[in-house]
């Protein structure tokens, strides 16, 4: 059974970081790709960044591009989320998912962890 559990998200001033991290159990995750959403009251989960296990490839969306940074770390089996010049925009429930391949949807959700930038 695949287990992601996210950790890291608080309150933060607007222009400051913060880390999610995402510790994965229960696969050998190297033909998954990795995934980061958010959520926020009364709008559809939206796509942040992904990464394929195997290769470290990754994709933004663009309202993050430039200042978001998705990596793992094999040894530990945990995906993070760098997250810099934060806008009270990005306020939100972030959520790590995983999926098996490069395509399709995601199978495997965490729990989330809420992420608040106050202006």
């Known amino acids: 059974q695949v287990q992601l559990v996210e950790s890291g998200g608080g309150m933060v001033q607007a222009g400051g970081s913060l880390r999610l991290s995402c510790a994965a159990s229960g696969r050998t995750f190297t033909t998954y790709t990795m995934g980061w959403f958010r959520q926020v009251p009364g709008k559809e989960r939206e796509f942040v960044a992904d990464i394929r296990w195997t290769g470290g490839i990754t994709g933004y969306a663009d309202s993050v591009k430039g200042r978001f940074t998705m990596s793992r770390d094999y040894a530990k089996n945990t995906v993070y989320l760098q997250m810099n010049s934060l806008k009270p925009e990005d306020t939100a429930v972030y959520y790590c998912?995983?999926?098996?391949?490069?395509?399709?949807?995601?199978?495997?959700w965490g729990q989330g962890t809420q992420v608040t930038v106050s202006s």
């Open positions: 998912a995983a999926r098996i391949g490069y395509g399709g949807p995601y199978n495997y």
